[in-house]
Each structure stands twice: as C-alpha cells, then as structure tokens.
T-cell receptor, first 114, second 114 residues
C-alpha cells in the first residue's frame, strides 16, 4: 500500500519569506500523480499544485513550486513571498490515477507571522 | 457549473440513528469517492466507485454503505451512527487518468454523533 509522510506537523514563517514543506511517499508504481492541497479553517480542499510523475520538470503555480525527486520519492512544496492568506493546513497526497483516489499525509499546519 | 455538491453541510445525529449524506457532480466524471477527516489526520478513503453500478471499499469502510445508481450521484449511508463516526466527510470526483487529471472535492459535511 502507498504511504505519504509529512514530517513537519507545524511550520512558521515570516510574511514575505520563503518556506518549504516536506513530503515523502512510498510506492512501487512508476506512473502516478502527486498533489498539494491547502485546507483553510473552512475545511475546503483547495488544489495548490499537481505533479505528474512522468514529467521531469517541476510544477510551478505562481508563488508555489515543487521539488520533485522521483528516485528519492520526495515531493516538497516551496512557497515564495509568503502571504497572510497562505496560513492553512497543507496536505500532500498521492494517487496512481485509479478510482481508489488519494492517499494523504497527516498535514502541515503553516503559520504566517506578520 | 456547480462541481461537486454535498448535502447537508452540518448534521447532528443521535447514536443509533441512520442518515444519508448526499453527493452529486455535474462534470460527467466516472470516478467518485467518499473520505472522512478526523482531527490530526489527512483524509481517509471510505468507499469509491468507478462508474454507475460499481462500488468498492476503501481504507475505512466499516459502518458505511454506498450505491451508485447514476453517474451523477453517490450517496453515503450511515446505518447506525456511532460517536466514532463524528467527522468531516468529503465527496470527490474525477475523470479517469489523463493529461489534466484532477480530483475535485465538495465543501465537506460536518457530522456530529452524540
């Protein structure tokens, strides 16, 4: 079974600084997808960024980028120029693309200090 | 385009009562799934479906039933509610894997069993 590990239960960063959230996963598959989701207090699941494993280029979405290391099974999220609105829980998730959906990590609580 | 719609958003049940959480999607997605989120945890898969008439169990299926009579709807039934089922429930849908594979979530249903 696939597992996803987020080793940082909580991270704190000053506004406008850069922060990196860590995620490692375990799978025997060669083709899969990785996601980062943001969950504010409303509990809405907001897709931040998606990475297809067959693509070597790291995904980027505005201030959000990933460092995808397939051999190391690592998928970290970098948030540049942190803003107060970035404060939330962040979940790393894995899927093989089948109907059995996503396997989630336990999340990292990101605090933005003004 | 409403996306994934869950009802009700909030519900309080007494132990032993039954209820159905409704989920509907208007994107003609083949795959649908139900997750629960408990404190300090990521989302965990309860049941999923690859299409109308086909369902299967996820990681935590006990105490829940599902059916998929149409492509659009995927209700989750609690047969005899227990306090351990107090949680936030998310419905999700997606197409089968492809270039822009994305999983869409509903806004969540907050269930309290007393």
């Amino acid at each position: 079974a696939q597992t996803v590990t987020q080793s940082q239960p909580e991270m704190s960063v000053q506004e406008a600084e850069t922060v990196t959230l860590s995620c490692t996963y375990d799978t025997s598959e060669s083709d899969y997808y990785l996601f980062w989701y943001k969950q504010p207090p409303s509990r809405q699941m907001i897709l931040v960024i998606r990475q297809e494993a067959y693509k070597q280029q790291n995904a980027t979405e505005n201030r959000f980028s990933v460092n995808f290391q397939k051999a190391a099974k690592s998928f970290s999220l970098k948030i540049s120029d942190s803003q107060l609105g970035d404060a939330a829980m962040y979940f790393c998730a894995y899927t093989g693309g089948g109907a059995d959906g996503l396997t989630f990590g336990k999340g990292t609580h990101l605090i933005i200090q003004p | 385009n409403a996306g994934v719609t869950q009802t009700p958003k909030f519900q309080v049940l007494k132990t032993g009562q039954s209820m159905t959480l409704q989920c509907a999607q208007d994107m003609n997605h083949e795959y649908m799934s139900w997750y629960r989120q408990d404190p300090g945890m990521g989302l965990r898969l309860i049941h999923y479906s690859v299409g109308a008439g086909i369902t299967d169990q996820g990681e935590v299926p006990n105490g829940y039933n599902v059916s998929r009579s149409t492509t659009e709807d995927f209700p989750l039934r609690l047969l005899s509610a227990a306090p351990s089922q107090t949680s936030v429930y998310f419905c999700a849908s997606s197409r089968s894997r492809g270039e822009v594979y994305t999983i869409y979530f509903g806004e969540g249903s907050w269930l309290t069993v007393v």
